[in-house]
């Protein structure tokens, strides 16, 4: 044999980490201290603790990294250290009414607490307002003014009245009133025998003949006369009864003011704030202009409040009288402790931004708002402190994306109802913007950054920190011990089974394979969690003290067991011989390849016949995948990189003129990645050479055109699905799998992988280039060139290089033209695909 086996076949103790026998060394979880560290993310840690600290706009953190690594539970810890409950609470925001314009509500920030307070004072104001000015209008004092104040107006108009009566006695008239339309009206008629009578009647005594022509006209002429004094007369009326409005005014201005007065300071004195002392201001001269409003009869109110419609038990809405005076309390934070933290699971337009209510009218159709109708989100809410929302939830929520980047742009919020289909009349409401002092932190993954750091010019503007959570951590003592206390952390929380030192080595391992390297630690503690619940759930059911290594075993079965129903049928197929796998003999131009099957939470590997043939012709290596359109681009690549390696090899001198077919067998559907290159060169090598290949071994690895073995992923899961298949078969003590040598660190097999290893049933192979992989499939030397250029014969290399010459001179000999032999046709992509499509 060419290669030594022994040189490169690896030991048990290589192909999986132990914990126990690394040197773990406590004895059981409970000795452990209790910890709420948080465990493998210093990076992320580090980037959220800049973003948290810097107050410069802009500085929000999105935080990326797979489920389960942490970065929910990350950021509630390191808000809450960052949280001092000494630490001064944010404002109270209240909106109030705006004198001025009543469409858009003031806002008011007053230290925490205050807020509440106000609103409580100004619903006292407005009780004490009601129930007093009643009670001061309905004195002795106040009625006796006015009712002064009114019989001498009464007697100014009654002295107007009788003087002008007088003077129109004298002309023979009278003043009578007289109905016109509906309302009646005080008119002048000409006195006949006493008595008042009409023009009109006046005229049927003319046509009779019992008054004169010339005295109707004395009469008509003088009523034109005393007319215009008549109107001199009401407008002295109507200066006298304004005068009594004013004088009125007066009175109630000067009854209700020192009362007013002095609840408006009182209150005042309360706050210091001029936002308040300005509002309290405008409400003071609101209730002396609107004295009326509180002048009402308890009665009427009550009718006013209760108006029916006839038949229908519906009540009808009634405009509040003292809403001018009411406040809203839009963010209380009496009882928050430093800065809020809101952690927002369903971030809607109307949950985020908040809303403007409306009570509508259900017979007319109509509806109505005002400003204690406006309702906070969690964005005001955490104003001053941190919102913490899931990205996807925010992109996939109509309208909240682009309101947040405005918001958080602006450094503003607006309050306002989201309505794309307009089935309502939009508000007239624009309350007042609020100052937008707030962090949000926004938890996503690696394709919504990307996403929107390339395609939202935004997005960077406002996200500036980059918080990325790692899948793995280093592996040493200091993250085992840390892995041993977050089992502690599990273990007590959730009042579970302790686990004892090979309970937790079990975990740790199971830690170590999950991250896909020996070196490395998974932080995907949702699985690690999930793992430690069920593995205390076994030992309940087998009554044990403590979870032993065989409970997590046990666990990590059953989980296995409840997502492979599809690893187990394709496996039926290679029992039944219908996916067809040689593992004894050998054959030529055929090899066993090794691929992965990912379900999304579970992968599994199996293998793959790879078949190669070879003739005469001018097309090079041809990809059967490519051809029918199942190649993926890193596939085809990796086919390219054999014509590069063989060129290297052989075509110094001479062309290669060759037709090479390679196939994945069985394979119906799309085949990606470059891990079969190594495998197919492996194939065509034997194909070219006439030399057989062992099918006892199956083959992974990538390479370059340089022949080097490179490595690839998965390839616990490609080992275990091979050695699975030669297990049902029988293991004959010559079956293995021959992987990278880099992949060295990665293994973490199987327990019955590693055991069939010890006793020598099956043999895992690492090598580092492609000569060294083919001399063990098939025992030849692979051969190298000397100094003219020359393999030696009877090797490997010599046997392909013969093959080509022969190929070459037999291509010279049906052209008759060498040169022509260096015009390979061009290859057209796909053209099996268009065929069938014809």
Same mark, same amino acid.
């Given at each position: 044999?060419?290669?030594?086996?022994?040189?490169?076949?690896?030991?048990?103790?290589? *192909?999986?980490?132990?914990?126990?026998?690394?040197?773990?060394?406590?004895?059981? &979880?409970?000795?452990?201290?209790?910890?709420?560290?948080?465990?493998?993310?210093?990076?992320?840690?580090?980037?959220?603790?800049?973003?948290?600290?810097?107050?410069?706009?802009?500085?929000?953190?999105?935080?990326?990294? %797979?489920?389960?690594?942490?970065?929910?539970?990350?950021?509630?810890?390191?808000?809450?250290?960052?949280?001092?409950?000494?630490?001064?609470?944010?404002?109270?925001?209240?909106?109030?009414?705006?004198?001025?314009?009543?469409?858009?509500?003031?806002?008011?920030?007053?230290?925490?607490?205050?807020?509440?307070?106000?609103?409580?004072?100004?619903?006292?104001?407005?009780?004490?307002?009601?129930?007093?000015?009643?009670?001061?209008?309905?004195?002795?004092?106040?009625?006796?003014?006015?009712?002064?104040?009114?019989?001498?107006?009464?007697?100014?108009?009654?002295?107007?009245?009788?003087?002008?009566?007088?003077?129109? #006695?004298?002309?023979?008239?009278?003043?009578?009133?007289?109905?016109?339309?509906?309302?009646?009206?005080?008119?002048?008629?000409?006195?006949?025998?006493?008595?008042?009578?009409?023009?009109?009647?006046?005229?049927?005594?003319?046509?009779?003949?019992?008054?004169?022509?010339?005295?109707?006209?004395?009469?008509?002429?003088?009523?034109?006369?005393?007319?215009?004094?008549?109107?001199?007369?009401? #407008?002295?009326?109507?200066?006298?009864?304004?005068?009594?409005?004013?004088?009125?005014?007066? %009175?109630?201005?000067?009854?209700?003011?020192?009362?007013?007065?002095?609840?408006?300071?009182?209150?005042?004195?309360?706050?210091?704030?001029?936002?308040?002392?300005?509002? *309290?201001?405008?409400?003071?001269?609101?209730?002396?202009?609107?004295?009326?409003?509180?002048?009402?009869?308890?009665?009427?109110?009550?009718?006013?409040?209760?108006?029916?419609?006839?038949?229908?038990?519906?009540?009808?809405?009634?405009?509040?009288?003292?809403?001018?005076?009411?406040?809203?309390?839009?963010?209380?934070?009496?009882?928050?402790?430093?800065?809020?933290?809101?952690?927002?699971?369903?971030?809607?337009?109307?949950?985020?931004?908040?809303?403007?209510?409306?009570?509508?009218?259900?017979?007319?159709?109509?509806?109505?708002?005002?400003?204690?109708?406006?309702?906070?989100?969690?964005?005001?809410?955490?104003?001053?402190?941190?919102?913490?929302?899931?990205?996807?939830? +925010? *992109?996939?929520?109509?309208?909240?994306?682009?309101?947040?980047?405005?918001?958080l742009r602006n450094n503003i919020i607006e309050v306002q109802s989201y309505d794309p289909f307009y089935l309502f009349s939009a508000s007239a409401l624009k309350p007042e913007q609020i100052k937008a002092n707030i962090k949000i932190v926004m938890i996503g993954d690696y394709f919504l950054y990307h996403l929107l750091s390339h395609h939202d010019d935004d997005f960077r503007k406002i996200f500036k920190i980059k918080a990325e959570f790692d899948t793995v951590m280093d592996r040493d003592d200091n993250t085992l011990n840390k892995y041993c206390i977050f089992i502690n952390k599990i273990v007590?929380?959730?009042?579970?089974?302790?686990?004892?030192?090979?309970?937790?080595?079990?975990?740790?391992?199971?830690? +170590?394979?999950?991250?896909?390297?020996?070196?490395?630690?998974?932080?995907?503690?949702?699985?690690?969690?999930?793992?430690?619940?069920?593995?205390?759930?076994?030992?309940?059911?087998?009554?044990?003290?403590?979870?032993?290594?065989?409970?997590?075993?046990?666990?990590?079965?059953?989980?296995?067991?409840?997502?492979?129903?599809?690893?187990?049928?394709?496996?039926? %197929?290679?029992?039944?011989?219908? *996916?067809?796998?040689?593992?004894?003999?050998?054959?030529?131009?055929?090899?066993?390849?090794?691929?992965?099957?990912?379900?999304?939470?579970?992968?599994?590997?199996?293998?793959?016949?790879?078949?190669?043939?070879?003739?005469?012709?001018?097309?090079?290596?041809?990809?059967?995948?490519?051809?029918?359109?199942?190649?993926?681009?890193?596939?085809?690549?990796? +086919?390219?990189?054999?014509?590069?390696?063989? &060129?290297?090899?052989?075509?110094?001198?001479?062309?290669?003129?060759?037709?090479?077919?390679?196939?994945?067998?069985?394979?119906?559907?799309?085949?990606?990645?470059?891990?079969?290159?190594?495998?197919?060169?492996?194939? %065509?090598?034997?194909?070219?050479?006439?030399?057989?290949?062992?099918?006892?071994?199956?083959?992974?690895?990538?390479?370059?055109?340089?022949?080097?073995?490179?490595?690839?992923?998965?390839?616990?899961?490609?080992?275990?699905?091979?050695?699975?298949?030669?297990?049902? #078969?029988?293991?004959?003590?010559?079956?293995?799998?021959?992987?990278?040598?880099?992949?060295?660190?990665?293994?973490?097999?199987?327990?019955?992988?590693?055991?069939? +290893?010890?006793?020598?049933?099956?043999?895992?192979?690492?090598?580092?280039?492609?000569?060294?992989?083919?001399?063990?499939?098939?025992?030849?030397?692979?051969?190298?060139?000397?100094?003219?250029?020359?393999?030696?014969?009877?090797?490997?290399?010599?046997?392909?290089?013969?093959?080509?010459?022969?190929?070459?001179?037999?291509?010279?000999?049906?052209?008759?033209?060498?040169?022509?032999?260096?015009?390979?046709?061009? #290859?057209?992509?796909?053209?099996?695909?268009?065929?069938?499509?014809?």
């Open positions: 044999m060419a290669v030594k086996k022994k040189d490169l076949e690896l030991p048990p103790e290589k *192909l999986r980490w132990n914990c126990q026998e690394d040197g773990f060394c406590v004895e059981c &979880s409970d000795e452990l201290d209790f910890s709420e560290e948080i465990i493998g993310q210093p990076r992320a840690i580090e980037a959220i603790k800049v973003g948290l600290d810097v107050t410069s706009l802009g500085y929000n953190i999105f935080i990326t990294g %797979l489920a389960g690594t942490g970065r929910t539970t990350t950021i509630r810890k390191l808000l809450q250290q960052l949280k001092s409950e000494t630490e001064d609470a944010p404002p109270d925001i209240l909106y109030v009414y705006n004198f001025g314009d009543p469409d858009r509500p003031k806002v008011i920030y007053l230290p925490s607490g205050e807020g509440k307070r106000f609103r409580s004072d100004m619903e006292t104001f407005i009780k004490n307002l009601s129930e007093n000015l009643a009670k001061l209008f309905e004195s002795d004092v106040y009625k006796n003014k006015r009712k002064d104040l009114i019989r001498r107006s009464q007697d100014k108009q009654k002295e107007l009245i009788d003087k002008f009566q007088e003077e129109i #006695k004298k002309e023979n008239f009278a003043l009578v009133q007289v109905q016109v339309g509906q309302f009646p009206k005080l008119d002048l008629q000409p006195l006949f025998d006493g008595k008042p009578i009409s023009f009109d009647e006046l005229n049927v005594l003319v046509q009779e003949g019992k008054i004169p022509k010339e005295v109707e006209k004395q009469f008509i002429d003088k009523y034109q006369e005393l007319e215009g004094r008549l109107d001199e007369i009401f #407008k002295q009326g109507r200066a006298i009864a304004a005068e009594l409005e004013d004088k009125l005014k007066k %009175l109630n201005d000067a009854t209700a003011n020192p009362m007013i007065e002095s609840m408006i300071e009182d209150i005042k004195e309360r706050y210091d704030s001029s936002d308040i002392d300005q509002h *309290l201001d405008d409400i003071k001269q609101h209730v002396i202009d609107n004295l009326d409003t509180f002048l009402k009869k308890e009665k009427g109110q009550q009718q006013a409040a209760q108006q029916m419609i006839p038949g229908m038990q519906i009540q009808q809405p009634q405009q509040d009288p003292f809403l001018p005076y009411r406040v809203n309390l839009l963010v209380d934070n009496s009882k928050t402790k430093g800065r809020p933290i809101i952690e927002e699971t369903n971030p809607t337009f109307r949950n985020i931004f908040g809303v403007i209510e409306r009570d509508v009218n259900g017979l007319r159709g109509g509806s109505r708002t005002d400003f204690t109708k406006i309702k906070a989100g969690s964005l005001l809410k955490a104003t001053g402190g941190f919102l913490v929302v899931n990205a996807m939830d +925010v *992109l996939t929520e109509p309208g909240v994306w682009q309101n947040l980047k405005r918001s007590t929380n959730e009042n579970l089974i302790h686990f004892d030192a090979s309970g937790m080595a079990a975990i740790a391992e199971f830690g +170590v394979r999950l991250a896909g390297r020996k070196k490395k630690l998974s932080t995907r503690f949702n699985v690690i969690a999930d793992l430690i619940r069920e593995s205390s759930y076994h030992a309940s059911k087998d009554d044990a003290e403590r979870v032993n290594y065989d409970h997590v075993q046990k666990a990590i079965d059953g989980w296995i067991r409840r997502v492979n129903l599809p690893e187990d049928k394709i496996q039926e %197929l290679y029992d039944e011989g219908t *996916l067809m796998v040689d593992t004894e003999g050998t054959d030529t131009g055929q090899i066993n390849g090794l691929a992965v099957y990912s379900l999304g939470d579970y992968a599994f590997g199996r293998p793959t016949r790879i078949t190669v043939t070879t003739s005469l012709g001018r097309k090079g290596v041809i990809n059967i995948e490519r051809e029918s359109d199942l190649s993926g681009k890193t596939h085809d690549k990796g +086919v390219l990189i054999l014509e590069g390696y063989l &060129s290297k090899m052989f075509a110094q001198t001479k062309p290669i003129t060759m037709n090479a077919s390679i196939c994945f067998e069985q394979s119906y559907s799309g085949v990606d990645g470059d891990s079969a290159s190594s495998t197919e060169m492996f194939c %065509l090598l034997s194909a070219l050479s006439g030399l057989p290949l062992r099918q006892d071994l199956a083959v992974t690895g990538s390479m370059n055109q340089n022949g080097e073995i490179q490595p690839i992923g998965g390839v616990n899961e490609k080992i275990e699905g091979f050695f699975k298949v030669c297990k049902n #078969k029988g293991l004959t003590g010559k079956q293995g799998c021959i992987i990278p040598k880099k992949n060295v660190n990665d293994l973490m097999l199987d327990h019955d992988v590693v055991e069939a +290893v010890k006793e020598g049933k099956f043999h895992i192979y690492a090598i580092e280039y492609i000569a060294e992989g083919i001399e063990l499939l098939t025992g030849k030397k692979a051969g190298e060139k000397n100094s003219k250029g020359e393999f030696p014969k009877g090797t490997i290399h010599y046997l392909v290089d013969q093959q080509l010459e022969e190929y070459m001179q037999t291509a010279r000999k049906i052209t008759g033209d060498g040169n022509s032999i260096l015009k390979p046709k061009p #290859k057209k992509r796909g053209s099996a695909k268009k065929k069938s499509k014809k």
